[in-house]
């Protein structure tokens, strides 16, 4: 199993940018997916999460209303929205599969991980 994560960069407070994440060499239809992020000097963190479906999802307090997750089972991808960005959203983001199918915000619960995209979110 290998996750790509890729559309990161460079955006003013107030932009957008939409994340994907790839998986290949996986059952993609079967798996939870999840965002986390790390900014530098602190730990990794929940950001949202989608079921093996999309039927479910769950968002960090900090990016509900502004950031939206979601999948194409088709094109073995998820993706994360990510609207109204703010200076602190500025983390590397890394996208994680679970392969019970939940959308799970603990750390523990995914089994694969991506190599994460840089966002940085200029004030």
């Known amino acids: 199993v290998q996750l790509q994560a890729f559309g990161g960069g460079l955006v003013q407070a107030g932009g957008s940018l939409r994340l994907s994440c790839a998986c290949s060499?996986?059952?993609?239809?079967?798996?939870?997916m999840g965002w986390f992020r790390q900014a530098p000097g602190k730990e990794r963190e929940f950001v949202a999460a989608?079921?093996?479906?999309?039927?479910?999802?769950y968002y960090a307090e900090s990016v509900k209303g502004r950031f939206t997750i979601s999948r194409d089972n088709a094109k073995n991808t998820v993706y994360l929205q990510m609207n109204s960005l703010k200076p602190e959203d500025t983390a590397v983001y890394f996208c994680?599969?679970?392969?019970?199918?939940?959308?799970?915000?603990?750390?523990?619960?995914?089994?694969?991980w991506g190599q994460g995209t840089q966002v940085t979110v200029s004030s």
């Open positions: 989608i079921s093996w479906s999309g039927g479910s999802t």
């Open positions: 060499g996986c059952t993609f239809s079967n798996f939870g």
């Open positions: 994680a599969a679970d392969r019970a199918g939940w959308a799970s915000s603990g750390l523990q619960a995914y089994d694969y």
